[in-house]
């Protein structure tokens, strides 16, 4: 079966530190990968997608940045956080292919405070 | 472009009350349309779907019809539960509306039911 997890699950940074938060898939191939960003009141914003190796879809201008290195390997970085970075991020995944049937497979999300 | 809109929060219910939380859409292509649950202190998962319209997605007693004529999905639930307690959201995928691999999803509406 498949699974996804991320990590770290909480986080508390420092404005104008670096972040890296990872995003691993098992038991599926050549997934499509997300990061989601949940503010309060806010609801859920897409900030990155990737169909594949190297391949990444920016949503949102701002200051992250996503890599892709490996088939089910998704990361999300800063190399200096904001304020306005603080919220609750969400990895998630489909099959591979347009989304026709739209089930997104969510990890359990990082909560991440800049201070 | 494509949105969401569904009724603003929180919402708050009795056990055994029936529960109706609206979803209205804009889309450009021809969406599929999602209801997803998020449970405290957890990623989303996806609760029920339709793909065309006329459509009822169902699951866990939960209900929701694709009325295209007035481009809503609103989830409805006869007899809720305290279990029930989350974030509900409604999202769409736009097949040919240029968002072939990824979901638009609402701002989420907070339900809590006491018992």
């Known amino acids: 079966s498949q699974t996804i997890h991320q990590w770290p699950a909480t986080l508390v940074q420092p404005v104008g530190s670096p972040l890296s938060l990872e995003c691993t898939v098992e038991?599926?191939?050549?997934?499509?990968l997300y990061w989601y960003r949940q503010a309060a009141g806010r609801g859920l914003q897409l900030l990155f997608y990737s169909v594949g190796i190297g391949q990444i879809s920016s949503e949102v201008p701002q200051n992250l940045s996503a890599s892709r290195p490996q088939d089910r390997q998704f990361i999300l970085s800063s190399k200096k956080l904001l304020l306005s970075d603080s919220g609750f991020y969400l990895c998630?995944?489909?099959?591979?292919?347009?989304?026709?049937?739209?089930?997104?497979?969510f990890g359990e999300g990082s909560r991440l405070t800049v201070l | 472009g494509n949105s969401v809109t569904q009724m603003e929060g929180p919402v708050t219910l009795s056990e055994e009350a029936f529960l109706t939380i609206n979803c209205t859409y804009t889309a450009t292509g021809y969406p599929s349309l999602f209801w997803y649950v998020q449970y405290p202190g957890e990623g989303l998962q996806l609760l029920l779907k339709a793909t065309k319209a006329d459509d009822k997605g169902s699951n866990k007693g939960f209900e929701a019809t694709y009325r295209k004529e007035t481009t809503s999905f609103h989830l409805e639930k006869g007899s809720v539960q305290v279990s029930d307690s989350a974030v509900y959201f409604c999202?769409?995928?736009?097949?040919?509306?240029?968002?072939?691999?990824?979901?638009?999803f609402g701002k989420g509406t907070l339900l809590t039911v006491n018992p």
């Open positions: 038991g599926t191939s050549n997934p499509n």
């Open positions: 999202a769409l995928s736009d097949q040919g509306g240029g968002s072939n691999y990824k979901l638009t």
């Open positions: 998630a995944w489909s099959g591979p292919g347009i989304l026709e049937l739209g089930e997104l497979f």
